[in-house]
């Protein structure tokens, strides 16, 4: 019985599986995908295992969520007795892209100059940036997890859109898409100043009136 040893990196549980790899003849080498054994990472992601003289290969058949599996054929080969293989197996994180698209609330038109942020669930601040000329901002290598988006500053002439828009990564190379919409600010007519004009020229208006009555009675009079 030999001992043989490899160690996984970067991860802490996933879970491998051994195939023997059986040699036919000198030239020809045919898998026969006899299962050895099936087991799961430490805390630490080791795994050590013994293994009798002979040719294997190992690969991943599952991993932490946030990762991507790493389904490679890795092959190795006990030799000699008391040998310590060492094997590593690298796990990427999941990463996508976000496609942000600021609008009007029509959808007609697109609005550059807006400024946002992103936060992780957990209000922790990754991102600040400004739409660009066609109302877009793109990221891309966001990592797996839950995220939102604020909107820090308007574009000239719309109101401010303070609502939270989540939005979530969840499988390597994802592209997700979010849109958001801003009302534009309608300028109301103040009244106020409008009536000041309409008093005066109404009492003007009744001043005129009754000078035109005072001199209709006198000269009545002088009749």
Partial sequence: ??????????????????????????????????????VITNDNGLIEIELEYGKYYFKEISTLDNYVLNDEKHYFEVKTDGEIIEEKIVNEFIKGTLEFTKTDFSESK?????????YTINDELIYTGTTDENGMIIIDKIEYGKYYILEKEAPEGYQLNTEKMYFEIKEDGEIVKCKMKDEIIIE??????????????SSLLLALAGIGVILYAKNKKNK
């Fill in 1 to 38: 019985m030999l001992f043989s040893f490899w160690t996984c990196k970067y991860i802490k549980t996933f879970t491998i599986i051994f195939f023997l790899n059986t040699d036919i003849t000198k030239v020809i080498s045919i898998l026969e995908d006899n299962l050895i054994k099936e």
């Fill in 110 to 118: 697109t609005l550059p100059n807006t400024t946002i942020e992103i």
């Fill in 188 to 201: 109301v007519p103040n009244t106020e100043k409008n009536e000041v004009p309409y008093l005066e020229i």
